[in-house]
């Protein structure tokens, strides 16, 4: 690959409730990642007991695992002096922390209980207990994995290991690498998690729902464009065969 790293981003939500991003913009080298797909297997056996073999539980399960790379001279050179600043005296010690933090639950709201789980709820004001949530003890702040228009998905970090590969007089590091792995959350999933409008949670079953509306649109192009070209060919075929 020629030319500058593109750049992405993460950014994360510490609260479910009024969206206030903290955007994490990093440089990766788009020629690696790994996107991963699983599809869980249908209830029974397929073709058996559910009578279908296509049958699915959902939509299927979808994961993503890259390195990033993260240079305090980025944002020296930045020209933003809040950047510039925490960069000059602490180098990229403010974007690792952003990272780490994802990993880390932010309080909750309820009563704990004996085994140290709150099982408080919260209501929607419907008038049902459909439209009540239970209230865990803590949860991951709320995040979207920004890679570009086409992928904005909401995810949930899994892994990450950082490497520190350069330190200035107070061993903070100046550059660093990051390995993430992120799991990426379903619109059912994040039912569970009172998506109602406003909320950053809303935010992310939009952003899940539009990234997959154009996953589909590709596709469709895709289909398209492959018609085409059949078209063509068989054509060509037939010229070919007339006399000459």
Do not use: C
């Amino acid at each position: 690959m020629t030319g500058p790293l593109a750049k992405g981003a993460l950014v994360t939500y510490q609260t479910a409730g009024r969206p206030l991003p903290v955007v994490t913009v990093f440089q990766y080298n788009p020629e690696r990642m790994t996107h991963g797909w699983h599809q869980s297997a249908p209830p029974g056996k397929p073709g058996v007991e559910t009578g279908n073999p296509l049958a699915v539980r959902g939509l299927p399960e979808e994961s993503f695992e890259f390195t990033i790379y993260l240079n305090a001279d980025d944002d020296v050179v930045s020209g933003i002096p809040v950047l510039q600043q925490v960069a000059q005296r602490a180098g990229v010690s403010a974007r690792l922390a952003a990272l780490e933090l994802m990993l880390y639950p932010v309080g909750g709201t309820g009563t704990t209980s004996a085994t140290g789980q709150l099982l408080g709820t919260v209501s929607s004001g419907l008038g049902s207990s459909k439209g009540d949530w239970k209230l865990p003890n803590a949860t991951l702040p709320v995040a979207l994995f920004y890679w570009n228009a086409n992928r904005v998905v909401p995810v949930r970090v899994t892994t990450l290991s950082i490497t520190e590969t350069l330190y200035d007089e107070d061993l903070n590091p100046r550059h660093a690498e990051a390995q993430l792995g992120l799991r990426v959350l379903t619109p059912v999933e994040l039912a569970a998690a009172n998506p109602t409008p406003g909320t950053a949670t809303n935010l992310a079953v939009v952003a899940y729902n539009q990234t997959l509306a154009r996953r589909r649109l590709l596709a469709t192009a895709n289909t398209a464009g492959n018609a085409i070209r059949s078209a063509v060919s068989f054509a060509n075929s037939i010229i070919s065969q007339l006399p000459h």
